[in-house]
Structure formats: C-alpha cells, structure tokens
C-alpha cells in the first residue's frame, strides 16, 4: 500500500519511463517538477508548441533543446489536440496542460469523440498527505462539477475508487458527505448519499463500503460520530470522502491546502490515459507528486 | 478588539456572572459544561427541561444545583418558547441548546423577533480562531438556511456584521465565498457576490467590506498564478477577511468542522439575537468546547446590553 507521496514517487520510479506530451508548449515549458521527473527518470517529455520559443525557454531553463523531442504546432488549441492525438494513438502516455485556458484544454480532452474520455464521466480528485495520519486520504469531486446528479456521483465514487485500488487500499472506505446524517428531503444531498450506501451494501461497488448521509464531524472523528449516535467502520477511518457539490469540495480542498498546510496533489479520473492539468491550488512542491501518479495511472484504464 | 478565543475567557470572567437559560440541559458533556462555566464564574445557570433527567445528570456531574433557579418543562417546544422568551424579557442575558433540536429553537427566535417587530432571519456564525491569524474570523451560515438566496446572503451578512462590530470590529470585511473556477459557467454564489459586492460599496450594509477574493484560494495567492511551496503563503500575510459568507448550508456544515483535523483551530458558534446570543452546541462537542461557546455568549452578551 502507498502510504505518503514519498511512496508514490518511489512506485512511479520502478515502473519504467512514460512518455509525457506537454502541450501547448513555448514561453512555458512546464514546472520545475516536470524537469525533476525527468531527471529522476520517471518520464521522458515531448514538447508540442512554438518550437523556436520552447528551445529558447528550454536554453534559459538550463536544458539543452537537441535532448527533447519538440514537435511544431504554433497555435495553443491545435497544438493541444494534437497531444491528445499522440496518446490515443499510443505514441505518447501522459498528456500535461501547457498554456491553455483550463476551459478550452477540458473540453478538449473530454471531448466524446477525439478526447480522452473513458468513463460516464470524468472526475476530480485532490489526494491529501496528512502529515499526523500514516495513510492518504481523498476527496472528491473538487473540482470539474458544479452540482453532480446521482449519476454522476455513482461514476465520481467508481472514479475514486479506482485511484484508491492503484495505491493498494484493498477495501476503501468512503464517506458520502452532506449537511447532516439524516436522510432529508430538503437536502437532496442526504439522499444521494444514502443511496450509494445503500449501493455499496449491494456490491455495486465491488468490495468498497460507504457510509452516508455523514456530516463532516461523524466521519473525521469516531468518537464524536458516538455521541451522535452513528456506528460504523468508516467513522474516523475514511479513505476517500465524498462532497456533495463543487462548493464543498473546492473550498474543502482549499482551506486543507491553505490553512491546514496539509501536502496535496490533484488527479484527473475517468479517462483512458493520464492527464495532468494545472490545478489551481497545487504548490510547485507537490506537483511531483501529480505527475508520478500520472506515471503509475499510465496503462491501468485503456 | 477581540482577537483569541483566550481573550474572551479572560473577558468572560471578567463580565460574569451571566443569568444564561440552558434548553434542555441533558446530556453529560453538556452538563458538565454548564458546571465548570459556573465554576469559572462565567454564568449563573437557570435550567429548563425534564426534572429526571436535569436531577439524574446534575448527580453524575456531581453539580450541586439546589441554588439555582429550575423550570421544569417536558415539552420540547415549550422548552424552547419559554427559554427564548425570558431572554427577550429580559430575564435573562443569554440562552444555549441542549438536548432539543435545533429548528425548535429557531422557530421561538423567529416568533418572539417578529413580535419585537425586527424580523431579522436565524442564522448560524460560527468563529474560527486560527492559531498565527492575529484576529477572528467566521463562518456563516453554518446551520440554518439550506440554500439562501440574494436577499437572505444580505440577512446573513448584517447578523455577522452586528456580531463584529460588538467584538470590536469596526468595518469587518467579508468574503462572499463561491466554488467559482476558471470552468464551468457561472456559478449563482459567484453572482450574488457581485451584487453583495455593489450594495456594500453603497453603504447599504453598513460599516462594512465585500472583499474581491471569493475563495480561500483567493485570500491567500491574491492574484498570484502559482505558488511553489506553503512556506510562500503564510497566514499572517494574507489579508484574512472577518467574515466567510457560505455559498450553501452543505458547503458551511462540512468547511466549518474542519477544524476537527485542523489542529490550530478553533470554533465556537451561536445565534446573535437582537436582544441576545444563543449559543448553539453541535451535538458533536464536548464540554470543553461547550465551555468556549458558553464564554462568548457571555461575552456578546454583555455588549449587546450595552450597546
């Protein structure tokens, strides 16, 4: 099991090179994380851009242009489309937002036709290292729905479940959070959350359990979750919670990230390659960490 | 200005003893709690509620409760209209929940506000005491309104504000808080923010500040595309406004119990009255936290009096 991101990082070392397409590339050529992944060995970038610009930007960086591999593509979109391309036809393995508005890069890869969607739909996860817990633990959706349906939610919980079973959590427990931890019609929240319970009692999920409706408190803490009268095995022990809009799940991700200073990396889920995108809140430190779980999410979901 | 939740002990011992009506004082913890605040001079307790279970829970306390004033009362909204109704009397200076559920509550408030012809709007403001911040902040609403509106953001907003100006604050600033992303549309929070915004600048929420930043993200990078570590974005630097305005219930429930994995953070929570606080335990607290929210009603409570 891969307890910490020092774990992943080792992990992703062993598996052996993926080619990582950087796209659109030019005055920026990626993070300092992605030149470290390249000299840590974990992957080999292509860049595809203004070629004149990214050999400049690569001399001032420090690297020696004629190392990469640069393919031409001067416009952003086209050139995006075209990493895009290169991973579905199995030329490349990870594809990394270079300068693209966030907007137009998503619509790109999720595009049902020429992206690189798998599942229903694609998800987002923001996977914490607490440094006083021996365990990662995540959250999600934080990040591409503003208010998921229940069918959407039934693909965010496959989608999450799917990262915790790659980082070796045999039986993830999974809170399903919302205001309270009674089912209330004027919440639907409460009531999408006590139908996945009610799906992973079925095995819907496979081997997973869930919990909800929790609030916030039940399911961090056990003993509080007693004196409210709820008892269960995910109280206190969750691997990955579920929030019940974007809302929630950004904000949660933020005030962890900023206020607790707790280490977290963003990863996309649902599609048929790994895709790393800019999220906004992930510190230059931990962006390492996104791209190594890139590296062991690289030919697990073709 | 009150900046720690180590200032209002201070102050609440100062300003103490409060007469403070406990609704249903029937749980442990929560008994527990009203005795040490007693002990510390905070308050002087009236309990109201089911004789059994106040007597049963007063002995395992080991809480001597023969001086103190005791209505007995089994019906848990006449628990409730009569508690509320003594504090707006006057008969007491603050009110706190019990074992009795929280709408209960509310539905007095609301009655005995519209009586006084204020019809202000119930809501939760939870503080948040952040260790390195150097003053308080807030979460609201944290506990009554589902999905409020542009209307009930500006109810929200004016129960806060009141709330600080009592702390000390003189021009609060606030944060209309919102999952707004560079995807995704338009959000509805992200919207009333820009309205909240516009009146504020008018003056029509008084001495206060709509804040641009609409997330915790904002607060803390202040434009800024990236940030290479956390050692970057201390606390202390950032311009952390008074008030966090929550898009949703949902959103404020789960962000305002982080604290429960935050360790440099603390949360005390109440229902600012217009004639007095009621503090407003969750059922997951214990007493030492019951304590912290029992020192600043006492608090509030003596700046309501005299403001």
New interface residues.
């Given amino acids: 099991m891969l307890r910490n991101f020092k774990d992943i990082r080792e992990a992703a070392g062993r598996t052996g090179k993926k080619r990582l397409v950087f796209a659109p590339s030019g005055p920026a050529v990626g993070?300092?994380a992605l030149h470290e992944a390249v000299r840590a060995g974990l992957i080999v970038p292509v860049f595809v851009g203004d070629v004149a610009a990214t050999e400049k930007t690569l001399r001032e960086r420090g690297f020696s242009p004629r190392d990469f591999e640069i393919i031409g593509e001067p416009d952003p979109v086209r050139s995006a489309a075209l990493a895009i391309d290169l991973v579905r036809g199995n030329r490349a393995d990870i594809v990394m937002q270079g300068s693209l508005?966030?907007?137009p890069f998503?619509d790109l890869v999720l595009d049902r036709e020429r992206g690189l969607l798998r599942n229903r739909v694609a998800s987002f996860v923001s996977l914490f290292d607490?440094p006083?817990l021996d365990r990662l633990t995540m959250v999600t959706d934080t990040?591409?729905?503003?208010s998921p349906s229940i069918a959407d939610k039934i693909t965010i919980t496959e989608n999450a479940v799917q990262l915790a079973r790659l980082l070796g959590i045999a039986s993830p427990k999974i809170a399903a959070?919302?205001?309270?931890e009674q089912v209330n019609p004027?919440?639907p929240?409460t009531m999408d959350a006590a139908i996945l319970a009610k799906m992973a009692e079925r095995k819907q999920f496979g081997d997973v359990t869930i919990e909800g409706p929790l609030?916030?408190?039940?399911a961090?803490?056990e003993?509080?979750?007693t004196?409210?009268g709820v008892h269960s095995t995910v109280t206190g022990q969750a691997d990955i919670y579920l929030?019940?809009?974007?809302?929630?799940?950004?904000?949660?991700a933020?005030?962890?990230?900023?206020?607790?200073?707790t280490p977290m990396a963003g990863v996309l889920m649902g599609t048929t390659h790994p895709v790393v995108i800019n999220y906004?809140?992930t510190?230059?430190?931990n962006k390492l960490a996104e791209i190594a779980l890139a590296v062991l999410l690289s030919g697990t979901s073709k | 200005m009150i900046r720690t939740f180590d200032d209002l002990d201070r102050l609440a011992a100062e300003k103490g003893p409060k007469r403070f009506i406990v609704l249903a004082p029937e749980d442990e913890e929560f008994m527990l709690a009203v005795k040490q605040s007693w002990q510390r001079g905070f308050i002087e307790p009236v309990l109201i509620g089911s004789r059994d279970k106040i007597e049963r829970l007063a002995g395992e306390a080991q809480f001597d409760i023969t001086p103190f004033e005791k209505i007995f009362e089994s019906d848990r909204q006449g628990i409730a209209n009569r508690g509320i109704s003594m504090l707006f009397s006057g008969d007491v200076d603050m009110a706190g929940k019990g074992q009795i559920p929280t709408a209960f509550i509310y539905r007095s408030i609301i009655r005995e506000e519209s009586k006084a012809r204020k019809g202000t709007m119930v809501s939760v403001i939870s503080l948040w005491d952040i260790g390195g911040l150097g003053h308080l902040t807030s979460l609201t609403d944290t506990g009554v309104n589902i999905n409020p509106d542009y209307e009930s953001k500006i109810e929200i907003i004016r129960n806060a504000v009141f709330l600080f100006h009592l702390l000390g604050y003189p021009k609060p600033r606030i944060s209309v808080l919102s999952g707004q992303r560079e995807i995704g549309g338009t959000l509805e929070s992200y919207r009333d923010f820009e309205r909240l915004r516009d009146v504020a600048r008018k003056g029509e929420l008084g001495s206060c500040e709509v804040i641009d930043a609409t997330s915790i993200a904002d607060i803390f990078l202040a434009g800024r595309k990236s940030f290479a570590s956390y050692a970057e974005i201390p606390i202390g630097k950032a311009a952390f406004p008074e008030i966090l305005l929550m898009p949703n219930l949902s959103t404020g429930n789960i962000l305002v119990k982080l604290d429960f994995v935050i360790p440099h953070v603390r949360r005390r929570s109440l229902v600012m009255t217009t004639r007095g606080p009621v503090i407003i335990p969750s059922r997951s607290d214990f007493h030492d936290a019951i304590v912290g929210e029992i020192a600043l009603g006492v608090v509030t409570a003596d700046r309501v009096r005299k403001a």
């Fill in positions: 993070p300092a508005g966030h907007q998503l607490p006083a990040y591409l729905h503003n959070l919302s205001a309270i004027a919440i929240s609030d916030i408190d039940c961090v803490n003993r509080a979750a004196r409210k929030v019940p809009n974007v809302e929630a799940g950004y904000l949660t933020q005030i962890s990230v900023f206020i607790a200073g906004p809140i510190s230059g430190e």
